[in-house]
């Protein structure tokens, strides 16, 4: 199957918001093996949405829209969706008690008319309730092209997809197997990496895909296989792996399954029940704010604290005013007393020590803009390193974050 992505309104197009849902959807698809071959974002305008339906239907077997179902005037997608079918709105009672409980029960307040209109779906159509919203999805079918139009809230699109698309297009259609393993090295540059590996790339079997995904810091390598034989494909791509890991050695350090560090770090510190606490300057929380965006998070880190100033260094963490006048604060020495003080506060497995300076100006030396220590107390000892990120400032502090947690990763990929 071919499938496109729709994602209708205006507030995409002058950029007041950012389109995550078309990436989760294109996940979410070729996990069961449709491909996408098309991601399209339009205005809140009928004649546009028409058009786009149109062209699409000649394309691709499947649309998935989203965007445009609120209760308000210039949410038209509803009503545009039922013209492209030749289909009539009306009052879905399911819908309709739903949206009743939820205003009344949940948000204590009268429903209004524009709230009973949430519940007018196409008379034909297939209706995929939303446990979370107002907004339900709906499906119509047109010379064999599925659309299936989702709310744009991306909570509401995510539970549905889940629950409710994902399973629905399992069951009614035949897909090939799409398998993916990446692998995630640092301290080797792309260019140089794809020069190490050239003669392994060239030798891969047919259906097996290689994709180059560098980021800041590191390089991740990811395997895609895609056939009928799903045992065949899963040993196939283990042996490549194997064979992959014996030319690189230690550039590599963790698997995923396309999923951030942040998680697979998270999987291992549970696997091995060690905890974790973080104190930060440079990043202002961003590497905490990464640790608990992943749900259970709780389960092995403790908190963090974001000393940004050389005085809470020394009165939060226990740095000493003498390694900081001595070292300067943008040093290995204090990122080691950050670590170890963090590490004994919170009385954690790992700590983990930043100070930087991200700039873009520096109150000492303009010689320490980009520079960043990064240390990692374990149980076994202390690791530090001291890092040249550059600039601008954003570059800076997503680096120090990422680098942090691919230190830690490979201790825990080690042990």
């Keep these: 199957m071919k499938a496109a992505i729709l994602t209708i309104g205006d507030e995409i197009l002058i950029g007041q918001i950012v389109d995550t849902n078309s990436g989760y959807i294109a996940k979410s698809l070729d996990s069961i093996g449709i491909d996408v071959v098309q991601m399209l974002s339009i205005g809140d ?51 309709l008690q739903h949206v009743t409980h939820l205003i009344e029960k949940i948000y204590k307040r009268p429903v209004s008319q524009i709230n009973k209109d949430q519940a007018l779906v196409p008379a034909t159509c297939t209706v995929f309730f939303n446990d979370f919203g107002t907004a339900p999805g709906m499906l119509m079918e047109k010379d064999e092209t599925l659309f299936i139009s989702l709310p744009g809230v991306p909570y509401e699109m995510t539970h549905l997809m889940q629950d409710k698309v994902i399973p629905y297009l399992v069951k009614r259609f035949q897909r090939p197997y799409h398998i993916h393993q990446t692998v995630i090295t640092y301290g080797v540059g792309e260019s140089l990496l794809a020069e190490q590996i050239a003669d392994w790339e060239d030798a891969l079997p047919s259906f097996i895909k290689l994709a180059y995904l560098p980021s800041p810091g590191r390089v991740r390598l990811r395997l895609s296989a895609r056939g009928e034989n799903q045992k065949l494909l899963q040993e196939t791509l283990t042996t490549q792996i194997q064979k992959l890991s014996q030319i690189l050695g230690d550039v590599i350090v963790g698997f995923e399954d396309d999923q951030p560090i942040e998680v697979v770090v998270g999987k291992l510190l549970t696997q091995k029940q060690l905890t974790l606490s973080t104190a930060e300057s440079c990043t202002g929380g961003l590497l905490a ?3 608990v965006s992943i749900a259970g998070a709780s389960a092995y880190y403790k908190g963090s604290i974001v000393a940004y100033q050389a005085a809470l260094k020394t009165s939060l963490l226990q740095v000493s005013e003498e390694i900081i006048k001595e070292h300067s604060v943008v040093s290995i020495p204090v990122a080691e007393a950050m670590a170890l003080g963090i590490q004994q506060k919170m009385q954690t ?26 240390a990692l107390a374990t149980p076994n000892g202390v690791i530090s390193e001291r890092f040249d990120f550059g600039q601008p400032r954003e570059k800076v502090i997503l680096r120090a974050a990422n680098k942090a947690l691919e230190m830690l990763l490979k201790i825990l990929s080690k042990n």
Excluded: H, R, W
Aim: charged share 15%; proline share 4%; net charge negative.
């Design 289 to 291: 704010s990464k640790i």
């Design 349 to 374: 497995s790992f700590g983990i020590g930043i100070t930087g300076n991200a700039g873009p100006s520096s109150s000492t030396s303009a010689d320490d803009l980009g520079i960043v220590c990064i």
């Design 45 to 95: 305008d009928k004649n546009t949405i028409l058009n786009t339906f149109t062209y699409l239907q000649t394309q691709v077997n499947l649309v998935i829209i989203t965007g445009g179902l609120g209760p308000t005037k210039d949410d038209i997608t509803k009503k545009t969706f039922a013209e492209y079918f030749n289909d009539s709105l009306v009052l879905n009672p399911e819908v």
